[in-house]
């Protein structure tokens, strides 16, 4: 384990960080898609609805934080989750599916929640290992 945190394996960070970049996108159309279904699938039916909602964007908040070099602009992704999310919630009610603001209270806590999880390992790994750093050049 001492090897690995002084000899880091380069192009893990930065791969990592592009999958979740381009990921990303794809795993918000499900999200969004699963939150306008009229009907909860069966296999889900048995879940805690709040849980599911959490779930759904704590992913997407640790996806975003992992993705953005920057911590400064990370905020500003959260606070774009958090916006879409109370946003279909409200659209829901077109969809034949019941809002709720406690569903918008889970996805703002999950985001949050995935992010700064998010930021807790990786920020360490990115300065020891030097790369995707908010510090300038030297």
Do not use: C
Not at 7 to 21: E, M, Q, V
Not at 49 to 75: C, E, T, W
Not at 97 to 121: H, K, M, P
Request: hydrophobic share 50%; proline share 7%; net charge positive.
């Amino acid at each position: 384990k001492r090897w690995l945190m002084e000899n880091p394996p380069r192009p893990i960070l930065p791969a990592a960080r592009h999958a979740d970049a381009v990921l990303f996108w794809p795993m918000l159309a499900f999200v969004l898609w699963g939150q306008l279904q009229p009907n909860v699938p069966n296999a889900l039916y048995e879940i805690n609805d709040k849980l599911l909602h959490f779930m759904a964007y704590f992913v997407l908040g640790a996806m975003a934080g992992g993705a953005i070099r920057r911590r400064g602009r990370v905020k500003w992704a959260i606070l774009g989750l958090i916006a879409v999310g109370a946003a279909i919630e409200i659209f829901q009610a077109q969809v034949g599916r019941e809002t709720s603001l406690l569903d918008g209270v889970a996805n703002g806590s999950g985001a949050i929640a995935g992010a700064l999880l998010a930021r807790f390992v990786l920020d360490p790994l990115r300065e020891r290992w030097g790369y995707d750093s908010d510090a300038p050049p030297t």
